[in-house]
């Protein structure tokens, strides 16, 4: 059977002229060398992607991050805003109510109160949550659901001290397993005493988190590719721009197979002894995708110029093997003269097979 392969072999290298053979070489030599650089290369590359992939990742994290703050820090500016109007000033003036402890507020539920502005002069900023009117020692006695949802009482037993502090920083509270972003402004006449304050209490929920950034989220879950999210104590997710990916009360561990944390950072809204943070998470689906781009497109160039250089390499050894057969025929017509040989029957094929042959 070896002698067989071996005659056949023979047989092959015997009848295929020169130049043939040498575009053969040419071809399997390139093909060679483009596997191994292919390999190399592919892998080398993904090393240096991962990296730069992360860190592009957490400086979008970061920029998730400096865009919610600033949405954030506009209600802060809406309030201070509302709290400098004349109307409430002066409705607090003549407001004589009991502050000897909470009561049950009045909640504005069909009409505006009478010290809010028109809502043609609304900012565009406020559409959801409660405007609440405190007494001078903090106790709620006026409400105004802007979004005409209903006023949860819970939110009625606000701890004293944390609606005070509230005017001097905003905080994020959890109240029945919901976040709220609290800011207050203290109302003062010229003479700068304090008649209360006003307060704006805004569920963060998916929708606040997806406003706050601006366009930059996609709300279409085949595009979503990035995640936001609040953590509390635990790494207890509080809220999520995808509740049907992060559910409030979920752990963010549990969806780390289809998603890797770009970055998490301390939220300086957390109240105190119930720190916060900021979570933003990037689909693995869409971090794959994005490395067999680069990988695909610089597949592709790399083809491109194997394919290149394979040419030019064959059509080299091609012509110098076309040059070299005809000599070597030249060669092999000589020997056949020089041995006598009239009617030979192999004339064709490796000339240089058939000069050792002669």
């Known amino acids: 059977m070896d002698i067989e392969k071996t005659s056949r072999f023979s047989k092959l290298i015997r009848y295929t002229p020169l130049p043939l053979q040498s575009m053969f070489v040419g071809l399997v030599c390139g093909l060679i060398v483009w596997v191994v650089l292919d390999f190399v290369q592919s892998r080398a590359l993904k090393e240096i992607l991962g990296p730069q992939f992360a860190a592009q990742l957490e400086q979008r994290a970061g920029e998730n991050l400096l865009r919610l703050d600033g949405y954030l820090q506009r209600y802060k500016l809406v309030v201070q805003l509302l709290a400098l109007n004349e109307n409430l000033i002066r409705y607090l003036g003549k407001s004589n109510w009991n502050i000897e402890g909470p009561i049950l507020a009045k909640v504005y539920e069909k009409e505006s109160p009478p010290w809010l502005l028109d809502k043609a002069h609304w900012p565009a900023l406020l559409k959801r949550g409660f405007l609440v009117l405190v007494d001078e020692k903090g106790y709620t006695q006026e409400v105004f659901p802007i979004d005409g949802k209903p006023f949860p009482q819970s939110l009625n037993a606000l701890n004293l001290s944390l609606q005070l502090k509230a005017r001097d920083r905003p905080f994020i509270i959890e109240i029945d397993k919901q976040p709220y972003f609290l800011t207050a402004h203290s109302v003062s006449d010229v003479s700068e005493k304090n008649h209360g304050g006003l307060m704006l209490i805004t569920p963060i929920d998916a929708d606040t988190l997806i406003d706050s950034q601006q366009g930059f989220y996609l709300r279409e879950y085949p595009l979503r590719d990035t995640v936001i999210a609040l953590l509390g104590s635990g790494q207890?997710?509080?809220?999520?721009?995808?509740?049907?990916?992060?559910?409030?009360?979920?752990?963010?561990?549990?969806?780390?197979?289809?998603?890797?944390?770009?970055?998490?950072?301390?939220?300086?809204?957390?109240?105190?002894?119930?720190?916060?943070?900021?979570?933003?998470?990037?689909?693995?689906?869409?971090?794959?995708?994005?490395?067999?781009?680069?990988?695909?497109?610089?597949?592709?160039?790399?083809?491109?110029?194997?394919?290149?250089?394979?040419?030019?390499?064959?059509?080299?050894?091609?012509?110098?093997?076309?040059?070299?057969?005809?000599?070597?025929?030249?060669?092999?017509?000589?020997?056949?003269?020089?041995?006598?040989?009239?009617?030979?029957?192999?004339?064709?094929?490796?000339?240089?097979?058939?000069?050792?042959?002669?």
């Open 236 to 358: 207890r997710v509080l809220t999520s721009s995808a509740i049907d990916i992060m559910s409030a009360g979920s752990g963010i561990n549990e969806i780390r197979n289809s998603y890797n944390l770009s970055g998490r950072f301390p939220f300086e809204y957390g109240s105190e002894g119930d720190p916060v943070e900021f979570a933003v998470l990037f689909s693995q689906q869409k971090f794959d995708e994005m490395s067999e781009g680069v990988l695909m497109l610089e597949r592709q160039q790399r083809i491109a110029a194997s394919l290149i250089f394979v040419a030019v390499f064959t059509a080299v050894i091609s012509l110098i093997s076309i040059r070299t057969n005809r000599l070597l025929k030249r060669i092999e017509n000589f020997s056949r003269e020089a041995l006598d040989i009239k009617n030979p029957n192999d004339v064709r094929g490796n000339q240089l097979v058939l000069i050792e042959d002669r």
